[in-house]
Every structure is written in structure tokens, then in C-alpha cells.
């Protein structure tokens, strides 16, 4: 089977089976970066521009990296210093990106929907590097990536998510992928932070950590969006702490080789303990390192089909 794809804007529309050819990509790739040159030439020729709306650490630097050690041409735009603060829109500036013949536009937008508009409206190809509340797939990949090296398979795993669910693009994405992968998936939190649509996709909803996360294999906690949402949806961060924040106790309710996520930024002592971001069972840093392959292994498969 081969990728078809032009571009890459969520998980909600893709197989499984194309999941796990993205994963079947990537995992070459992993040995790339272990390299001493880190290395290959599969898109020399090609142009990458990474086009980031908010800010980012992890997703921005891993295409970045991803793109470079694929031996493509890359070029980092700053809306903060190009014609975007002149009033330019989105799609003419990704037209203008076009017309100099770049093949993968990697977006982050704080709108949900961004990447689609672009996707349907340029012949580049578009990956949706998180847009909104929506989607942000390729972290979704990367954790389904760990996932399937540290435990062998995802179907029939039980995988707990907790936090704010209601605006977190990760939860979707990995809601999306565990689901189609045959997990069984737990959403967890206060009300406020659960929507009852959730239960359409397939997910069982708790608002009591302590009882969900009883013998579950893997808990991926989220960010609790302190800038946007945490105070208005809780009453106060200690209060969510006590009741949804990851500690070493509540480990202990876990299966015994429970995987712990968090796709970052954490924020030590709100949804998880300190402790726990450093302890054996946390794999935080093995989601960002397979975060590159993944995006290797994408951007591979998308230059494949230009
Ligand atoms: N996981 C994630 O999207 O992190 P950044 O915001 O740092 O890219």
C-alpha cells in the first residue's frame, strides 16, 4: 500500500492502515538520528517552510530537524517579521510560498480548519502542525509510535487521557488514533473540560482519576492551558492538582508497567508531579524523540506522491 495523501490535516479521516504506514516509514528513520551524520538524501531538491502562528519548542524544531536530516531545503517563517503584520491573509501568504515552488507547508494556526483551507486551496502539501482545538496529528503519530515500541501492539490496551479534553488537539488526535488502533480509551476530568461528544467517538468518560486510571496501560496527561482556559474552568490549580494531577500515588492504581505521556509543554506540579515527569515509567522524551521519525517518515511518504 502506498501513502496517497497530498497533505496530512488530521487523524479523524485517516485508516488505520495509513497510520501504520506512517509509522512503518518512520521507523527507519529512527536510526538516521542516532547517526554521527545524521543524514539521508531521500528530498534533496525539495523545500520544506515551516510556517508557525503560535509558539512551539517541540513541533517547530522536530520538522525542522526531520526536514534537514532528509537533506530538504528549509526555511523558517516568522509571521512576526513578514507581510502577515501588514494585514497579508493566510492564503496569500501561503500562495506567495507556493509561487516560489516549495513543495511542504508545515503550518501551526491557531484557527481550527487553517491547514484545510490551505490544503484545498494550494498545490503544496500541507501538514497540519496543530490548528486550534482541532487536530494536531503528528504528535498523536509520535505517541502512537512509543506506544507500540514500549508495548508491543495498541489494540485492546487501556489508555486513559486526563485533563482538559474539551481544547486540548492532542486528545483528539490520539483519541482518533488509539480508537482506530483497537485501544480502549478512558477521558478523564471535570466536567467542565469533558464534552459530552467525546462519547460519539468512542471513549468511556470519568470525572474520578482515582477509579480510571485502576489497571490501565498507558495515561497520557494533557497541559492544563493555564493561558487560556485553567481558571475559568476550575476553581483553582491546586484544586485540579489534587483532583487530576498524576502523582506517584496514583501511579500506584496503574498497571505495574504503566507507560506515562505527556506530549509538552509539562507543567510540573499542576497535571503531573514532578516525580513522576522523572521517573522510569514517564517516556515524555522518547514521544519527542520519535517525534522526528515520525515527521521523517511523513515527509517521506508526502514527497513520494509530489
Ligand atoms: N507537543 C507540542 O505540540 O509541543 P510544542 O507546542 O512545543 O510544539
Not at 510556517?51 to 531545503?73: G, I, N, V, Y
Amino acid at each position: 500500500m502506498s501513502f496517497k495523501r497530498k497533505d496530512l490535516l488530521g487523524l479523524a479521516s485517516l485508516s488505520p492502515e495509513e497510520m501504520a504506514l506512517i509509522l512503518e516509514a518512520a521507523e527507519p528513520f529512527k536510526e538516521v538520528s542516532g547517526r554521527e551524520i545524521k543524514k539521508v538524501p531521500a528530498l534533496r531538491g525539495k523545500t520544506v517552510v515551516n510556517l508557525f502562528f503560535e509558539p512551539s519548542t517541540r513541533t517547530r524544531t522536530s520538522f525542522e530537524l526531520a526536514a534537514k536530516r532528509l537533506s530538504a531545503d528549509v526555511v523558517n517563517f516568522s509571521p512576526s517579521s513578514s507581510s502577515v503584520v501588514k494585514g497579508e491573509t493566510l492564503l496569500d501568504t501561503a500562495r506567495n510560498i507556493e509561487f516560489m515552488q516549495a513543495d511542504i507547508l508545515v503550518l501551526r494556526h491557531s484557527s481550527a480548519g487553517a491547514a484545510e483551507i490551505l490544503a484545498k486551496n494550494s498545490r503544496l502539501s500541507v501538514i497540519n502542525a496543530g490548528d486550534g482545538w482541532h487536530e494536531h496529528p503528528t504528535q498523536a503519530l509520535s505517541d502512537l509510535l512509543t506506544i507500540k515500541e514500549k508495548k508491543g501492539q495498541v489494540r485492546d490496551l487501556r489508555v486513559a487521557i486526563v485533563g482538559d479534553l474539551a481544547h486540548s488537539r492532542v486528545a483528539r488526535s490520539n483519541i482518533h488514533a488509539l480508537t482506530k488502533m483497537g485501544a480502549n480509551v478512558r477521558a478523564v476530568g471535570p466536567p467542565t473540560m469533558i464534552p459530552l461528544s467525546l462519547q460519539r467517538l468512542g471513549v468511556e468518560v470519568f470525572h474520578d482519576f482515582d477509579k480510571a486510571i485502576a489497571g490501565v496501560d498507558v495515561v497520557i496527561t494533557l497541559r492544563l492551558q493555564l493561558e487560556r482556559q485553567g481558571r475559568s474552568l476550575f476553581p483553582s490549580i491546586r484544586e485540579y492538582a489534587r483532583l487530576y494531577g498524576l502523582t506517584a500515588e496514583r501511579v500506584q492504581r496503574a498497571a505495574q508497567d504503566v507507560l506515562v505521556m505527556h506530549p509538552g509543554p509539562v507543567n510540573r506540579g499542576v497535571e503531573i508531579a514532578h516525580d513522576v515527569v522523572d521517573s522510569g515509567s514517564a517516556v515524555i522524551l522518547d514521544q519527542v524523540a520519535n517525534g522526528v521519525a515520525v515527521r521523517m517518515g511523513l515527509m517521506y511518504l508526502l514527497a513520494q506522491r509530489n
